[in-house]
């Protein structure tokens, strides 16, 4: 035996492996024909041609970028953003900064809400702080809707008492002179000279020295002359000044500014007006808002506006887990309220089940679709595909007829005698409905990736199989099965993602009990309006997919995900 | 005539010819074949194959080869006749149980197992124990040469090397009938050679019978100990290679095995195992009559280029010859390939070694070509 083997090895010929293996022990760079070494020049070469690939894909590449992944990023951004409540309310959540969240806050931060919600009243966007407010204390909407109007008249006695003082505080160019710089009043001059309209005024400033000596009052009266002039499109110099306005003076004045340093207009005005405040009559800010509503004396409510004030919050996602955000810390909703978590669990675990009933079911559909002689596989394949040609719409109503409990199962069943005419199934409105129904409908997209993996499979591996002595069901569990793997795991996953964020299905044959977590979401973005926690949830769902797809990449390998040959 | 069982002495080896030497070892008989029940792929197949034999069946494709190997291996039934398999009936025994090692053109070799665990699988469905299974595995590697390769995944090898591996797992579990279905099909020339060699070595040294499916006569008459031609579902000729080529029985066997000359003609006269038959142009040739028996019947007559002597000094006196003219002269180092028009065929073709007594032929030279009249054969038209 041994020459013969010689003999044949001499025959051969050097394989295509000899070459390979000869061309690797040489080890020094290869060099082009240039001198360059081989390696730089055929990335310089392939460097261009990279370039025009990406150039050709461009479009295409931004138009995903666009409709895509800026879709999700904001969807993300969404779930953490807060804005609305520190740029609604600036003043106030700096003067709840140093607040420790005991008692009520001080008279400071009452004045500022009410310079506050009176700008977001004339802005109109104090109730949908209010909303925002709304998801985390419940009831606080109403508050603000009442407080945007009331909020306007507060400082209105004091203004009286100011004119009472001099008639001059209730004439609005002298308010205009008293804060804005001379050349902003010079400007407007000359603006209407030419015969502007009020709508062209050059934007409205404030003096500096108005701003350190009435820090208050320029605040207020700047929101005043900036909505005048861009929102209402009138001169600031014209209109009347707010009542707030006044309020603002009057604690500005209190305070006992440096008002010997005034070198603007009305000097002699304002040191009048100093004279007088302390003896000025006044209600105290506390007593003011409780007319408004009594709600303002619950400190709760104040502790609800610092917790929610920062710009980022975990508010949304600790809501979406069934948790929340209290002045206290996080802490669990109560026992009422829990309802997300129970939620996602439902979502996985039916998804899961869906996803079982679909493999059980599409494996063998699939192995009949790979191997049926063409004619009838052509037929079986137009069977499979017709779901697709149907409205989801029809095919879920028409599992309501097929499964209500006087409908066509159970009639059938009770003709049988199978079971009584009392005790027919429940099958619809709850998860059996929702996973019967989803079955049905994720069905293809279980089969067709079976299909397309199984297709193949030669037929020549079982008959091998077969051949060394491998029974049938062997046969086909260590030879066949572990072939189709790669069209299972593309299959479930497909079909797995595809029903965690299913949504039509469920609202319509899941009753109470068969709902997912998307018919919640659906109910954030157009019922409830709370967007934030609908990204909150989204965003949950799609780190749950990346974490179960990322643990079965650990599992099987996303190498053995095939869609097809 | 005859045909020897082959020399069964030398499966003495390692051998695995457990059962007694019969020369009916693979039987089949009056076997049909319709996959549509209209058409018969197989004809009334009797053949008979001896313990130890090479056996190939040879033709062109869609004549019926793979589907008599896959009644064989029982993965198809026959539609009628019976199959037997060292004496018993097997048409009702499911493949895994007949034991018969299967080699197939594309390899099969299960993508997901190592080589290891592909040689592995028909001795684990078997229940042999895990030492004996890695020495026979071990043996079966160093069989075709393989040994380094236990850890491979069947796509790291290259086509031969897989090939190899195919062969290893079909002799592992020791089966005394080996079916190859073109196993080396899809290989290039040069290993497809040494593979053949490889192939016939292993066989005889181990005693198994081997039923081989080939499309290639190069292949079939170096390999093969009887070769079976098959033709529309039938045999055309079951003999040795050597008879195969020398004595076609048929007009399809003789045109199918080799290079061949063809010219027809008219039986005109048998005497003495001779047949003299007129060509349609006139000329007189003499011929072997293999299937024809009457005068005036039609006959296509057949001659080996090689066999035809362009030198009628040699020839016998009395001898017929032809008058030919060379159309073209080809130089192929060990021989030359000339090309002539005799009685009207343009591709008449003669090859004659190279060698110090043969002249160049020009072309536009007029010769006189003659034969041996055992050369010529007068088949059926
Ligand atoms: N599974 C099958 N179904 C129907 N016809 C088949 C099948 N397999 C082979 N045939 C037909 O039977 C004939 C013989 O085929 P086959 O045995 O494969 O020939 P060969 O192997 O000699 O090329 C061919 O005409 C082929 O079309
Ligand atoms: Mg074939």
Redesign the pocket.
């Known amino acids: 035996m041994t020459d013969v083997t010689d003999a044949t090895t001499a025959r051969r010929g050097p394989t295509p492996d000899d070459a390979l293996r000869v061309a690797d022990s040489r080890r020094e760079p290869m060099l082009a024909a240039d001198g360059t070494p081989l390696k730089r020049s055929l990335a310089r070469a392939l460097r261009r041609e990279k370039l025009r690939a990406l150039m050709l894909i461009a479009p295409l590449l931004l138009f995903i970028l666009v409709t895509f992944i800026a879709p999700i990023a904001d969807m993300l951004f969404r779930s953490v953003e807060n804005q609305i409540v520190s740029d609604t309310l600036p003043r106030t959540t700096r003067a709840l900064a140093d607040w420790d969240g005991q008692d009520l806050p001080p008279e400071d931060a009452f004045a500022a809400m009410a310079y506050d919600l009176t700008e977001a009243a004339e802005l109109k966007v104090h109730t949908r702080l209010g909303s925002r407010l709304n998801y985390e204390a419940p009831g606080i909407s109403s508050l603000f809707r009442k407080s945007g109007r009331g909020t306007g008249d507060a400082g209105e006695a004091l203004g009286e008492q100011f004119v009472t003082l001099d008639p001059a505080w209730e004439n609005p160019m002298v308010w205009a002179e008293l804060m804005a710089p001379p050349d902003w009043l010079e400007a407007r001059a000359a603006h209407y000279a030419d015969g502007g309209e009020p709508e062209g005024l050059p934007a409205f400033k404030l003096r500096d020295e108005a701003d350190t000596i009435l820090p208050e009052t320029a605040s207020v009266y700047g929101g005043f002359a900036r909505i005048t002039q861009f929102e209402d499109g009138d001169d600031p110099a014209e209109e009347d000044p707010w009542s707030p306005i006044y309020l603002a003076l009057h604690r500005d004045l209190a305070a006992d500014p440096p008002l010997g340093d005034w070198s603007g207009p009305h000097a002699d005005l304002l040191a009048a007006a100093a004279e007088a405040a302390p003896a000025m009559e006044t209600v105290p800010l506390v007593q003011q808002f409780e007319e408004i509503d009594e709600d303002w004396l619950d400190p709760d409510v104040w502790a609800t506006i610092k917790t929610f004030s920062p710009p980022y919050t975990p508010g949304y996602f600790l809501n979406a887990v069934d948790m929340q955000q209290t002045p206290d810390g996080v802490e669990l909703r109560p026992e009422t309220q829990r309802i997300y978590v129970t939620l996602f669990l439902r979502t996985l675990v039916m998804s899961l089940a869906i996803t079982g009933t679909c493999l059980l079911l599409g494996y063998p559909v699939a192995w009949l679709l790979a191997n049926l002689p063409s004619g009838r596989a052509n037929l079986l394949m137009i069977l499979v595909l017709l779901p697709f040609w149907t409205s989801l719409l029809v095919r879920t109503s028409a599992w309501k007829v097929l499964l209500q409990q006087q409908g066509v199962i159970n009639d059938t069943l009770v003709w049988i005698g199978l079971i009584a005419d009392d005790k027919r199934l429940t099958l619809i409105n709850n998860q059996t409905g929702t996973i019967i129904a989803m079955t049905h409908i994720l069905l293809p997209f279980m089969i067709l990736p079976l299909y397309s993996v199984m297709k193949t499979i030669p037929p020549s591996y079982l008959r091998a199989a077969k051949s060394l002595g491998a029974t049938d069901w062997t046969a086909f569990w260590r030879v066949y099965f572990p072939q189709s793997v790669p069209g299972i795991g593309a299959g479930s996953i497909l079909v797995f993602i595809l029903a965690i964020g299913y949504y039509i299905t469920p609202e319509l044959v899941g009753g109470t009990s068969g709902v997912f977590i998307s018919n919640r979401i659906a109910y954030h973005i157009s019922s409830s309006l709370n967007w934030g926690l609908a990204a909150a949830l989204g965003s949950i769902l799609l780190f749950a997919v990346l974490i179960l797809y990322w643990a079965y990449d650990r599992m099987v390998g996303i190498d053995n995900v095939k869609l097809g040959g | 005539m005859m045909l020897l069982p082959p020399d069964l002495g030398r499966a003495a080896g390692e051998g695995l010819a457990k059962a007694s030497a019969r020369d009916d070892f693979v039987v089949f008989e009056r076997v049909q074949k319709s996959?549509?029940g209209e058409t018969l792929?197989v004809k009334d197949l009797n053949l008979s194959i001896a313990t130890g034999e090479f056996l190939t069946m040879l033709?062109p494709?869609?004549?019926?080869?793979?589907?008599c190997l896959m009644m064989l291996a029982g993965f198809e039934t026959a539609t009628h006749g019976e199959i037997r398999l060292d004496g018993r009936p097997i048409n009702n025994i499911p493949p895994h149980k007949r034991g018969i090692g299967m080699v197939f053109q594309n390899y099969a070799l299960f993508p997901h197992m190592t080589v290891a665990e592909n040689l592995a699988f028909p001795l684990e469905v078997r229940k042999i124990g895990k030492t004996e299974r890695e020495q026979k595995i071990a043996r079966a590697l160093d069989r075709v040469r393989m040994s380094d390769f236990g850890n491979r995944r069947p796509a790291q090898l290259s086509g031969g090397q897989q090939q190899r591996i195919a062969l290893a797992r079909a002799l592992v579990f020791e089966p005394e009938l080996v079916l190859m279905d073109e196993p080396l099909g899809a290989l290039d020339k040069q290993l497809r050679e040494s593979l053949q060699f490889e192939i016939t070595n292993l066989a005889h040294e181990l005693g198994i019978t081997v039923v081989y499916?080939t499309h290639d006569q190069t292949e079939a008459l170096t390999m093969s100990d009887r070769v079976a031609v098959?033709e529309d579902g039938r045999i055309q000729q079951l003999a040795t290679p050597d008879e195969l080529y020398e004595r076609p029985r048929n007009s399809f066997v003789a045109q199918f095995i080799g290079e061949n000359n063809t010219l027809l003609g008219e039986v005109a006269e048998i005497r003495d195992g001779v047949a003299v038959v007129r060509l349609d142009t006139g000329a007189l040739i003499d011929t072997k009559p293999v299937n024809v028996s009457r005068v005036g019947e039609r006959t296509r007559v057949s001659i080996r280029p090689e066999r035809v002597e362009t030198n009628p000094e040699r020839l016998s006196p009395g001898t017929h010859t032809l008058e030919a003219e060379v159309l073209e002269f080809i130089y192929m180092g060990d021989i030359y390939r000339t090309r002539l028009r005799v009685a009207g065929n343009d591709n008449f073709i003669i090859k004659t070694r190279n060698a110090p007594d043969q002249r160049r032929l020009q072309p536009g030279e007029r010769i006189e070509i003659g034969w041996l009249p055992q050369d010529c054969r007068a088949l059926d038209a």
């Open positions: 996959y549509d792929v033709g494709s869609g004549s019926g080869k793979t589907t499916v098959f």
